[in-house]
T-cell receptor
């Protein structure tokens, strides 16, 4: 069935470091792909999305490219800030349902 | 524009009690879903709805009921609470699958 696998955490980085969080997917059709972010005590917020192969989603300095050939949607940011500390979820939608990864916790230290 | 509103934010129940978690959205979204979030397990789909009058089971539906009598509301009912249902519950809605879900702020439920 359809599923999403993302890298295990937690991830700890120093401020201004480069961030990559890996995400790969399995889908029978042509899914849309998403990254969500969850700050402590809050619900999930849509960070970025891509709806077809080679699309690049971007928001707040974060980017992810829909790679059909490698079934991947890795999240990247060139220079993280303390305020980026949160849990990041990769997700895909296929038909009527969303499938989420287990989340990757990111802590950015000054 | 309130988005997705969940009530209550916190709830403590005794084993065997029943209750309803409320979810309302004012964006005229067709799709609505309930998830539970547990440490190390990400989000798991409980039930979902693709429109008023239509509901279906997700990954972990046992012990929960839903109904969708209007586009706006999608309540989740716990029939007989169990400690295994201690979790954070999120309601989410979407106009259609490619738009991505808008999430509520969650209900933290503890069953003792």
């Amino acid at each position: 069935g359809d599923s999403v696998t993302q890298m295990e955490g937690p991830v700890t980085l120093s401020e201004e470091a480069f961030l990559t969080i890996n995400c790969t997917y399995t889908a029978t059709g042509y899914p849309s792909l998403f990254w969500y972010v969850q700050y402590p005590g809050e619900g999930l917020q849509l960070l970025l999305k891509a709806t077809k192969a080679d699309d690049k989603g971007s928001n707040k300095g974060f980017e992810a490219t829909y790679r059909k050939e490698t079934t991947s949607f890795h999240l990247e940011k060139g220079s993280v800030q303390v305020s980026d500390s949160a849990v990041y979820f990769c997700a895909l939608t296929a038909g009527n349902q969303f499938y989420f990864g287990t989340g990757t916790s990111l802590t950015v230290i000054p | 524009n309130a988005g997705v509103t969940q009530t209550p934010k916190f709830q403590v129940l005794k084993t065997g009690q029943s209750m309803t978690l409320q979810c309302a959205q004012d964006m005229n979204h067709e799709y609505m879903s309930w998830y539970r979030q547990d440490p190390g397990m990400g989000l798991r789909l409980i039930h979902y709805s693709v429109g008023a009058g239509i509901t279906d089971q997700g990954e972990v539906p046992n012990g929960y009921n839903v109904s969708r009598s209007t586009t706006e509301d999608f309540p989740l009912r716990l029939l007989s609470a169990a400690p295994s249902q201690t979790s954070v519950y999120f309601c989410a809605s979407s106009p259609r699958d490619t738009h991505g879900y808008t999430f509520g702020s969650g209900t933290r439920l503890t069953v003792v």
